[in-house]
Every structure is written in structure tokens, then in C-alpha cells.
């Protein structure tokens, strides 16, 4: 059974850092893709970033480039997303998320999901 569960979020100021960490199940597939989509209250889901664990593949929506750092761990099973310089605009509930196609993970439509962490940063 795939289950996700994040933590790391919290509160911070404008420019500050968090980092959001995401331990996948043993019975992740090798061949899935594991990334982050956010959702801010009124707005639609957003892809954040997603890697391929095991590999140098790793997307970034155009917001968090340069700012955001997607890894893996697999030893850990685990994937983080280093967040640095954050903004107003960056608050939202963070999901880890997991899918055979990177493509819903940023459309934020993959099969498995987990409850999510907050990210609230303030001005």
C-alpha cells in the first residue's frame, strides 16, 4: 500500500526557509515519479517541483525556480523540497504526491496523495 507522509511546514517570515519532507512507503514503485503540489485557499492546485527518485530528473514550476530544491533520499525513502526565500505568494497546504506520470503530479490529479503540511509565510 502507497502512503505519503509530510512534514516540516510551519510559519515564517518573508525570506526565511523551510524544508517539507515527504517519507514514501516501502511499496513505492520504482518507476513513479514523487513531487509536491500546493494549494492556496480559493486557488487551484499547482505543481511545485517533482523528481524521479534514483535519477537527475527534476521539474520546476516557473515560481519556485531558483528558490526550491527537490531531492531524494533512498535510503530514507524519503524526498525533501528545500524552500528558500519564500514569499507571501508561497503559503499554501504542501502535498507530497505520487505518480506514474509527472504530469498529474503537477496538475495535481496523482494517484496517491498525502494529508499535507501548511506553509504560512508572512510579510
Known amino acids: 500500500q502507497v502512503q505519503l507522509v509530510e512534514s516540516g511546514g510551519g510559519s515564517v517570515q518573508a525570506g526565511g526557509s523551510l524544508r517539507l519532507s515527504c517519507v514514501t512507503s516501502e511499496a513505492r514503485r520504482i518507476h513513479d515519479y514523487i513531487g509536491w503540489f500546493r494549494q492556496a485557499p480559493g486557488k487551484e492546485y499547482e505543481g511545485v517541483a517533482v523528481t524521479l527518485p534514483g535519477t537527475a530528473t527534476t521539474e520546476y514550476h516557473d515560481s519556485v525556480k531558483g528558490r526550491f530544491t527537490i531531492s531524494a533520499d533512498n535510503a530514507k525513502n524519503t524526498v525533501y523540497l528545500q524552500m528558500n526565500n519564500l514569499t507571501p505568494e508561497d503559503t499554501a497546504m504542501y502535498y507530497c504526491?505520487?505518480?506514474?506520470?509527472?504530469?498529474?503530479?503537477?496538475?495535481?490529479?496523482?494517484?496517491?496523495r498525502g494529508q499535507g503540511t501548511q506553509v504560512t509565510v508572512s510579510s
Open positions: 504526491a505520487q505518480d506514474p506520470r509527472i504530469d498529474n503530479i503537477f496538475l495535481g490529479r496523482s494517484a496517491w
